[in-house]
């Protein structure tokens, strides 16, 4: 029972920034696992990066250089810094935790970049 509310989204020009934040809440320790995946209509939903308890990052080679995954255990919250954006990043992006095994996903949040 972990519930996980995403921000941070919304309309950004190519090459510019914005930075997602996702605070979760319930039964929040022993989280250990925490990331952000994206979805295009139509696509499956992939992962973007994600950082363990222990806090060693893992990102999709497509954003590599780019984006920068933070967490706050404290604060049970995670970020998604994300410079130099491209249009193919348009997608809704999911926060999701993983807790004892289980996966637990926000609502979402929709980033869309124009060129």
């Known amino acids: 029972q972990v519930q996980l509310v995403e921000s941070g989204g919304g309309l950004v020009q190519a090459g510019g920034s914005l930075r997602l934040s996702c605070a979760a809440s319930?039964?929040?320790?022993?989280?250990?696992?925490m990331g952000w995946y994206r979805q295009v209509p139509g696509k499956q939903r992939e992962l973007v990066a994600r950082?363990?308890?222990?806090?060693?990052?893992d990102y999709a080679d497509s954003v590599k250089g780019r984006f920068t995954i933070s967490r706050d255990t404290a604060k049970n919250t995670v970020h998604l810094q994300m410079n130099t954006l491209k249009p193919e990043d348009t997608a809704v992006y999911y926060c999701?935790?993983?807790?004892?095994?289980?996966?637990?996903w926000g609502k979402g949040t929709l980033v869309t970049v124009s060129s």
């Open positions: 950082i363990g308890s222990g806090g060693s990052p």
């Open positions: 319930g039964t929040t320790w022993n989280i250990n696992t």
């Open positions: 999701n935790v993983v807790r004892l095994g289980l996966n637990y």
